[in-house]
């Protein structure tokens, strides 16, 4: 029977006829996605023929369908996802870690693993709102003057940190954004960091503890090392769904029009000019590339739907760049896996 299953010359002709109309069924279940996708992306690109160029890339948005821009949501979009991964990948690669090499299998871990399987199926509009009563209006301990009369009796409207000043609440600033989706995000990479710890086999703890390694050292110098490929692959997908994510921005209520950079650095020029304002970038307005996009859109004028459709080839290539930049990552450290 197994020679039967394994050698396709040893089949009987029903058996042959099935494997080829499986066979043709796959084929073209894979090529109709792909036709789809190709009509979809024709589409964008037509729609966006003449609009996407080096000053679509480089001006802010305007009024005026000839002078618009995505610059602003570029740069919104980077600093934004820039925090994101910066919160995210430490946190949940930590927690990975935790529920799987320290973590005792009892009712509490368990229930750890249960809810976070739950959270990654939430509907992004949730954590929406919960990011606008979190880091928005922070739980409204902080009223629209900051007033913290119930607690201390006195009032804060602003603070005062290394040069920067912060108001309170936060409001829709970057960082408020970028919690936001880390709070989006986490669960998936949690997951996959789990998966890819989980993949390791046993033998190459065991061989690492039997040469007197400590279980962090293992962890650090072996598991870890191998488990990159997995973790990267979960980061990819969860930075990927982070960027083009639109109704938890919208809920925290992020401007659709914003002709300035966050901090006021737009250039290396306006950099070295003024240094501070890699400071106060994560607290002053921002927008991204998506609400551009729905911005667009919306907007009754056929200018902007040239816009629009710039704006998604603009969106698909940061994608692309970023997955490329994490593929390579993932590739370089499959190499040195050995095994």
């Not at 499986?22 to 190709?38: D, E, G, P, R």
């Not at 007197?212 to 598991?223: E, P, Y």
């Not at 979960?234 to 109704?247: D, F, K, M, N, P």
Request: charged fraction near 15%; glycine fraction near 8%; charge should be neutral.
């Amino acid at each position: 029977m197994t020679e039967q299953t394994t050698h396709p010359e040893l089949l009987t002709p029903s058996g042959k006829k099935e494997t080829r109309l499986f066979a043709i069924l796959c084929a073209t279940a894979t090529w109709s996605s792909a036709f789809v996708l190709i009509v979809l992306l024709s589409a964008v690109v037509f729609k966006a023929w003449g609009w996407f160029d080096w000053d679509f890339l480089t001006s802010y948005d305007s009024r005026r369908p000839q002078k618009a821009g995505i610059f602003a949501g570029l740069i919104g979009t980077a600093w934004m996802i820039f925090f994101t991964i910066l919160f995210s990948v430490p946190i949940g690669v930590g927690a990975a870690i935790y529920l799987e090499e320290y973590a005792k299998d009892n009712w509490l871990s368990r229930l750890i693993r249960i809810n976070l399987a739950n959270l990654a199926g939430v509907p992004s509009i949730v954590y929406g709102i919960l990011g606008v009563t979190v880091f928005v209006r922070a739980f409204g301990v902080f009223g629209d003057d900051g007033h913290l009369d119930s607690f201390v009796g006195w009032s804060i409207s602003e603070l005062n940190f290394l040069g920067v000043k912060i108001s309170l609440p936060l409001g829709e600033v970057v960082l408020s954004g970028a919690m936001t989706m880390t709070l989006l995000i986490l669960p998936v990479i949690i997951i996959a960091a789990q998966e890819a710890l989980r993949g390791v086999p046993p033998s190459v703890r065991h061989a690492s503890l039997a040469l007197g390694a400590s279980k962090w050292q293992t962890i650090r110098n072996q598991v870890l090392p191998a488990a990159i490929p997995g973790i990267m692959t979960g980061v990819i997908l969860s930075i990927s769904r982070a960027i083009g994510e639109t109704a938890p921005l919208i809920c925290l209520g992020i401007a659709a029009y914003v002709p300035f950079a966050p901090g006021g650095i737009d250039s290396p020029e306006a950099l070295m000019k003024q240094p501070e304002g890699v400071l106060q970038a994560p607290f002053d307005y921002f927008t991204v590339i998506p609400i551009q996009i729905y911005n667009w859109a919306l907007d009754h004028r056929s200018a902007y739907k040239g816009h629009a459709a710039a704006g998604i080839c603009v969106l698909l290539l940061s994608l692309l760049v970023l997955n490329g930049l994490a593929i390579l990552i993932r590739n370089r450290a499959n190499r040195h896996i050995r095994w």
